[in-house]
T-cell receptor
Framework: SQTIHQWPATLVQPVGSPLSLECTVE??????LYWYRQAAGRGLQLLFY??????ISSEVPQNLSASRPQDRQFILSSKKLLLSDSGFYLC????????????FGSGTRLTVV | AQSVTQLGSHVSVSEGALVLLRCNYS??????LFWYVQYPNQGLQLLLK??????LVKGINGFEAEFKKSETSFHLTKPSAHMSDAAEYFC????????????????FGKGTLLTVNP
């Protein structure tokens, strides 16, 4: 069966520090991968998605970047965090078929102080 | 372009009462439709989905939803609310990949927070 792992679960980082959040998927190949952010009361904001290794689409210009170094690995990064980067970050994968929904990871609560 | 509207950002019901969460979509072709639930500090979990066939779809935890093409709606219902149903619910839509430029993304509504009163 397919599983998605996302870590860490919580993170407190000072302003100006770097960020690296990792997401990995098991039990499938060539998944579509997604990073979302939830800020309080603002619903789901799509940040990046990837349909293959090295292929990254950015939805919102911001202080973040994403990379997909391996087929089932998706990394969200920042060189210098801002206070506004605080939020709940969710990784998700989707199979190659439009009838599939997303399967989400358990999320990372990031607090920038 | 697709869009999803969830009517009511916050719905409050009594335990044992009917739960009705509304979702309307806009799509140029019949879409795939999804409902997700999110408990505090957790990821989203798929409740149910409509792809083809029967328009009344049953999901987990006693929820069901009916696809009504004429009304472009996909409302979520549960006959009797339980305290454990308190969560945020998201409706989402996907195209069928035949609209000329495949859209790999789901479009989500803004969510409806369901509270259940004892």
């Amino acid at each position: 069966s397919q599983t998605i792992h996302q870590w860490p679960a919580t993170l407190v980082q000072p302003v100006g520090s770097p960020l690296s959040l990792e997401c990995t998927v098991e039990g499938t190949s060539n998944p579509n991968l997604y990073w979302y952010r939830q800020a309080a009361g603002r619903g789901l904001q799509l940040l990046f998605y990837s349909v293959g290794i090295g292929q990254i689409s950015s939805e919102v210009p911001q202080n973040l970047s994403a990379s997909r170094p391996q087929d089932r690995q998706f990394i969200l990064s920042s060189k210098k965090l801002l206070l506004s980067d605080s939020g709940f970050y969710l990784c998700a994968w989707r199979g190659q078929g439009f009838s599939y929904g997303y399967t989400f990871g358990s999320g990372t609560r990031l607090t920038v102080v | 372009a697709q869009s999803v509207t969830q009517l009511g950002s916050h719905v409050s019901v009594s335990e044992g009462a009917l739960v009705l969460l509304r979702c309307n979509y806009s799509s140029s072709v019949p879409p795939y439709l999804f409902w997700y639930v999110q408990y505090p500090n957790q990821g989203l979990q798929l409740l149910l989905k409509y792809t083809t066939g029967a328009t009344l779809v049953k999901g987990i935890n006693g929820f069901e939803a009916e696809f009504k093409k004429s009304e472009t709606s996909f409302h979520l219902t549960k006959p009797s609310a339980h305290m454990s149903d308190a969560a945020e619910y998201f409706c989402a839509v996907s195209d069928r990949g035949n609209s000329g430029g495949s859209n790999y993304k789901l479009t989500f509504g803004k969510g409806t927070l369901l509270t259940v009163n004892p």
